[in-house]
């Protein structure tokens, strides 16, 4: 954590946006009382018995559906994988504990702590049970240990554990806390549920036997909405001695254990005593199982209407007619571009509008007065997010009376749809293809930024397949890694847990989180106390912009973030400069190289992956 320009210590904790799990397991009840009939588990890149062991236990409190006591589940769930749990946001933001910061992989439930190490061997207190097999984390202040135990000794207090002489325990002393990694006896467990076909899901079965003498046998199979019929091969004769009966063929076709498949219910309908031979009736049986299975793996072709991409519309505007939307996030930044265009008016034929998307509406007045002193459009961005009675921001907006809003939600586009506001789209909508573009344009945007998740070449094919005057694209930014509702600034400079008691640090410091690699990355606070990081290195797309001028596309937009007056007035020059083409596209790339600490990159841009369906099969 870098704060106003110098690093915060934060003893151990190195890992600030590394929330701990969400666990929502105790708030099923509550949630099922307010008439939520479906619950998402998630887990990306876990193994089966993290399914096995989360899935079960959500299922018992589901069925349970009253308030039970889930320490045993929420120990076995930690065992499979776990930073910790915490109900999220289910009980109100509290930015105090949603991140721990001093680790940010599994460690399991917490066992004890050490209490001394001798001869090869570690003496925990712990009122928990350890079993050989099993794995334990020893955690230090700049260290982890981790292992599996080889012996396991019962003290007064714990256990004596001894371990490989592979495993280094030099570093471990006393009073350092002690994780449950893993549980051997409980991974076998939890193994069956995947590998034991007998603890296998099996579809219910209802099959109806019916024959005639002298005419085949009839097995009709029905499995959900699917029924299947099938025809054995031979015509029944009149049995010598014991004939078909309802017994021997509940015999031969419950043995389904092979298969997704368990015998329900079984009609007979035979009345003779007729002969099938055993081993027909066994491939009557196998036949069924692969009608049945043919049926659940086949899907009918999905119909899909003919449809007629639009047509580019070509742009009355000519390339050089092409300007600039500003981007800029705080008075010191506005105040500066005024003073430089008032010093330099030619610069207004490069610009289109200044956006203002300043942390806090204090300023918005005053920076939309002086915006519009000098004639240029004026416009405010709204939040990225939109929750019930988060309208506070949006009277703000009104009251400074900006020209054009910069609409970043659908809930504000839905706000402010009627007003006399002019509505541009920002990135955030996700405009990438024509279908969106058309759809958004339609419900009264003006034109829309188009999505950062583009490169080049299906940026090009979305301004070709659109009206290409619709689309701004943003040519200078410093690209927004993720937004989120954790507060670094309140959880880190602060012992609040939402703005009531956080005393707004965010109003009086800088932030940055310094990633492994020396990049600082830039944090901002938005009016609802939201926080955005920012990549370090900022990416330029000026090298592009003759193409995409030439394909008709008018407005392009520079970003600012951190910029001090000087600092912005020189990135400015440079792209007002290109726009009036009074330099090339390669000497603005080259200049915002110099101009930037990290230099600049194309970013996503010049990254042309083509889609590969991982899922197709030959």
């Not at 006896?185 to 899901?201: A, G, S, V």
């Not at 990135?427 to 759809?439: K, M, R």
């Not at 990081?533 to 330029?540: G, L």
């Not at 726009?579 to 042309?608: C, F, H, R, W």
Request: proline share 3%; with cysteine; net charge positive.
């Amino acid at each position: 954590l870098i704060v106003d320009g110098k690093r915060k210590d934060l003893v151990d904790k190195k890992y600030l946006v590394s929330p701990q799990d969400l666990c929502g397991i105790d708030e099923i009840p509550r949630l099922m009382e307010l008439g939520i009939e479906s619950f998402k588990v998630e887990g990306r890149l876990k193994g089966p018995e993290y399914v096995s062991s989360v899935a079960r236990s959500y299922r018992a409190q589901i069925d349970a559906y009253k308030k039970i006591d889930n320490s045993a589940a929420k120990n076995e769930m930690a065992l499979t994988f776990s930073r910790g749990f915490y109900s999220g946001w289910l009980h109100g933001v509290a930015h105090q504990e949603l991140v721990e910061g001093s680790f940010s992989s599994k460690r399991g439930p917490e066992l004890g702590t050490v209490a001394s190490i001798k001869n090869h061997s570690v003496e925990i207190v712990t009122d928990k049970d350890i079993k050989p097999g099993d794995g334990v984390l020893f955690v230090g202040k700049d260290f982890e240990l981790g292992g599996n135990v080889y012996q396991a000794k019962a003290t007064q207090h714990g256990y004596q554990l001894q371990f490989s002489r592979e495993l280094d325990i030099s570093k471990i002393k006393p009073n350092q806390k002690v994780y449950l990694t893993s549980k051997k006896e409980l991974y076998k467990e939890l193994n069956k549920t995947y590998t034991n076909r007998e603890e296998l899901k099996r579809l219910p079965l209802k099959v109806v036997v019916s024959a005639k003498l002298g005419s085949p046998l009839e097995l009709v199979a029905t499995e959900g909405n699917t029924t299947i019929k099938i025809l054995s091969s031979s015509d029944l004769e009149m049995a010598k001695s014991a004939g078909l009966t309802y017994e021997s063929v509940q015999k031969v076709l419950g043995g389904l254990s092979h298969t997704a498949y368990r015998l329900d219910e079984l009609e007979f309908n035979i009345k003779e005593n007729l002969f099938l031979n055993n081993k027909e009736l066994k491939e009557l049986k196998q036949m069924m199982v692969s009608a049945l299975n043919e049926k659940r793996l086949y899907r009918e072709d999905i119909k899909i209407n003919e449809v007629t991409l639009p047509q580019t519309k070509k742009s009355n505007q000519k390339a050089d007619d092409s300007k600039l939307s500003i981007l800029l996030r705080t008075i010191e930044q506005v105040n500066t571009l005024v003073d430089l265009l008032n010093s330099a008016p030619e610069y207004k034929d490069a610009i289109s509008k200044i956006i203002i998307d300043f942390e806090f509406g204090k300023d918005f007045t005053k920076a939309i007065k002086a915006i519009k002193a000098i004639g240029v459009e004026s416009a405010i961005a709204t939040t990225r997010i939109l929750k019930p009675n988060e309208y506070h921001n949006f009277r703000l907006i009104e009251r400074a009376n900006p020209d054009a809003l910069l609409i970043r939600n659908l809930g504000a586009l839905n706000y402010f749809k009627n007003s006399d506001f002019t509505l541009y789209g920002d990135f955030s909508l996700n405009a990438t293809n024509s279908y969106t573009v058309e759809y958004l344009l339609n419900k009264g945007l003006n034109s829309i930024c188009a999505s950062y998740d583009m490169n080049a070449r299906q940026l090009e094919q979305l301004i070709h397949h659109t009206d290409a005057e619709k689309i701004e694209i943003t040519i200078h930014q410093y690209m927004p890694e993720f937004h989120m509702e954790h507060c670094v600034f309140a959880a880190f400079l602060s012992n609040g847990n939402s703005f009531r008691d956080c005393g707004k640090p965010c109003e009086k410091h800088s932030v940055y989180l310094r990633d492994m690699y020396g990049n600082k990355h830039e944090i901002k606070a938005d009016q609802e106390c939201r926080n955005t990081m920012f990549k370090a290195i900022p990416q330029s797309a000026a090298t592009l912009l003759p193409k995409w001028k030439d394909m008709g596309v008018k407005s392009f937009r520079f970003e600012a973030l951190h910029e001090s007056p000087a600092e912005l007035t020189q990135k400015l020059k440079v792209y007002m400069d290109l726009m009036l083409d009074k330099i090339t596209p390669a000497m603005a790339y080259q200049n915002m190289d110099v101009l930037e600490n990290y230099g600049v990159s194309t970013g996503q841009l010049l990254k042309n992956k083509t889609y590969k369906d991982r899922k197709k099969t030959n």
